[in-house]
């Protein structure tokens, strides 16, 4: 079975609820869920969930009926959280916990994302600091495994300590916190799993030291998560990456457009926003399959003179105004070409993989988000499967409660389900005594690990 195949498979699959596992596990930063199922398909009993929103735990809810959802802060429950589990397991110990907190902070649409470097900066913007709020929980539950996962920028984020003043970086800081884990730490690519997306996230696995497995790992030189199977190129018995073209050819979506055919009746998910005049105009100029971008639309709309120059706002042959480029309005009613990245307002380049999913995956203004030959973005039933959210994943509370936006942006905030799974299996083989060393990440081969960075302390 081909990977493509294989994940439409996952997608599509209609599952019945496992039974109750012995390998229990809490997820922090839940969000909607997206994640933790992966991880639930994979063995895993999620008995308790943690997350700020009420809107993102409300959807939460509705999937995981065995969990109980910790509503607020956690700066404030992280205590109920330990209560809870106590109280749901008794003296059992916990096998997993999950850390997934918002990217925002360290997002590259944040503006505050070039003083990475500056530790007053991360201390000031509380979301960057969010990793560290696991480790009280962590110090009272001692898990046998804890993985966190963010944008790679994490890696790079410094910090001040509150308590000692000492500058580190975040990840240095959580290490040094978990004096009774090994940490291992490394950036992963989707599309190396045969995900047809290009997302790139840093993981962090820590190990107890009790593990009987963790010398093993040591020894073979080996990472606690999946090996690769898929390359940019076709190499080291790796398949290419799939390309979002060959994606959407397979799950045959009814073709949508933003002026004349926005949604699809029969299924809900399947919309887009719907549009005309130029923001239509825009989109329908540039070429299908192209790759191209609005700012190279080389044809007038009103004399039709064709190689237009680039970077201009007006007609050279006729004076107006080209109304199927990025345009804005000055004071003086001049109009000038809207300053942006070579990405945006740019269709996905159809022979590799989808650009990565994001919260504003409806914007066309947005990192290649238009649809690689139908004039409009990928509608929210693409992008949830090109996160490869299983279709019995339920969406009906944002419907009911008129919150329908929530969907793109639980959707572009998850780590992919899919990989969750492929994840969240090897994770059980470990903690049930299994060693498959054939399947495990390799230190220096697959180009995954990295070191965790040392910052000389400053005053």
Known sequence: MTATNEIKKFILKKRVRRGFSALTAISLFSGAGISD????????QIVVQSEKDFDRANICEQNFPNSTCIKGDIEKTWKKIIRQYRKSEKQQRLSLLTVTPPCQGMSSSNPGRGKITDPEHGVRDERNLLLLSAIPIINQLK????????????????????NTGKIKTVVQAFADELIEYELFVGVVQM???GIPQLRRRAILVAVHKDEKWLENLKKGKLLPWVRPTHSETAIDNRKKWVSVRSWLNQMRYSALDAKTKPSNPKDALHYVPSYDGDR???????????????????ICPECNKNSIPLEVAYCPHCGNLLRNRPYVLRKNGRARLIKGFHSSYRRMPPDRPAS???????????????????????????????????????????????????????????????FAYLHGKILMQLLQGKFPEDSLSRFGVDGQ????SKIHEQE
């Open 37 to 44: 199922l992966g991880y639930e398909l994979a063995g895993f």
């Open 143 to 162: 898990p046998r495994v804890v993985v966190a996962e963010n944008v790679p920028a994490l890696l790079n984020r410094v910090i001040r300590e509150k």
């Open 191 to 193: 599309a190396d799993y």
């Open 280 to 298: 239509y105009l825009m989109v329908l100029s540039i070429p299908p399959y192209s790759g191209k971008n609005a700012y190279q639309n080389s």
């Open 356 to 418: 990565t999913v994001t919260t504003n995956s409806s914007h066309i203004g947005g990192d290649y988000k238009i649809h690689p030959w139908e004039n409009r973005v990928m509608s929210a039933r693409e992008c949830a499967d090109l996160q490869t959210v299983p279709r019995t994943f339920k969406w009906n509370w944002a419907f009911e409660n008129d919150h329908r936006y929530y969907i793109r942006n639980v959707i572009g905030e998850a780590l992919p389900t899919y």
């Open 449 to 452: 690990d990295r070191k965790i």
